[in-house]
């Protein structure tokens, strides 16, 4: 696609729930972040996948916390027994190997 | 330990004058460093970068200043626009390439008033 198309744009749920986020990167790009914005605050790295490899998971806060890529292009995130802290913009991003990647929209994920 | 740190939270400016955002940096290991644009309800998006070899990159109305024994960088647009009015995100990373992660400051929201 011509973007970085991500699903659903908002979604709310309740606490201890589980959710999956989607990510769909621009095709034929190698390289996918994911990155977690609170309020107020800047991007924060969660994890970064070359084709269908997670070489970094560092930044994802605690094992409810999942990404996989199986076939090297569309991405999900899930999240179990969501909790309120949980509660930001999910950004993925894609990059073909230029410094300056490609962010989508974001999952708005409000948990009450 | 904010290692990418942007102080001002917000800035306003006239119409045709110069917007100049700042950025302080912790990490000396950084080396490549990158201004993004936010709308709201949408992404970040590319603006500039720089390499640590450099201080001074130019793009149009757009120009980031690098000063390594500061630590300190600077985006200047000039000249301002209206629809330059958004938040503005430094980031920095360790190396070139697709394969580093992105550290960000928490953004200035710019304002260009008519």
């Known amino acids: 696609g011509a973007g970085v198309s991500q699903s659903p744009r908002y979604k709310v749920a309740k606490r201890g729930q589980d959710v999956a986020l989607r990510c769909d990167p621009i095709s034929g790009h190698v390289s996918l972040f994911w990155y977690q914005q609170a309020l107020g605050q800047g991007p924060e790295f969660l994890t970064y996948?070359?084709?269908?490899?997670?070489?970094?998971k560092s930044g994802l806060p605690s094992d409810r916390f999942f990404a996989e890529r199986p076939e090297g292009s569309v991405s999900t995130l899930k999240i179990q027994r969501t909790q309120q802290e949980d509660s930001a913009v999910y950004l993925c991003?894609?990059?073909?190997?230029?410094?300056?990647?490609?962010f989508g929209s974001g999952t708005r994920l409000t948990v009450v | 330990d904010q290692q990418v740190k942007q102080n001002s939270p917000s800035l306003s400016v006239q119409e045709g004058r110069i917007s100049i955002l700042n950025c302080d940096y912790t990490n000396s290991m950084f080396d490549y460093f990158l201004w993004y644009k936010k709308y709201p309800a949408e992404g970040p998006t590319f603006l500039i970068s720089?390499?640590?070899?450099?201080d001074k990159n130019e793009d149009g109305r757009f120009t980031v200043f690098l000063n390594k024994s500061a630590k300190h960088l600077s985006l200047h647009i000039v000249p301002s626009q209206p629809g330059d009015s958004a938040v503005y995100f430094c980031a920095a990373k360790r190396e070139t390439g697709a394969n580093s992660k992105l550290t960000f400051g928490k953004g200035i929201t710019l304002s260009v008033r008519p």
């Open positions: 991003a894609s990059s073909l190997g230029e410094d300056g990647y490609t």
């Open positions: 996948f070359q084709n269908e490899a997670q070489l970094d």
């Open positions: 720089i390499s640590s070899i450099k």
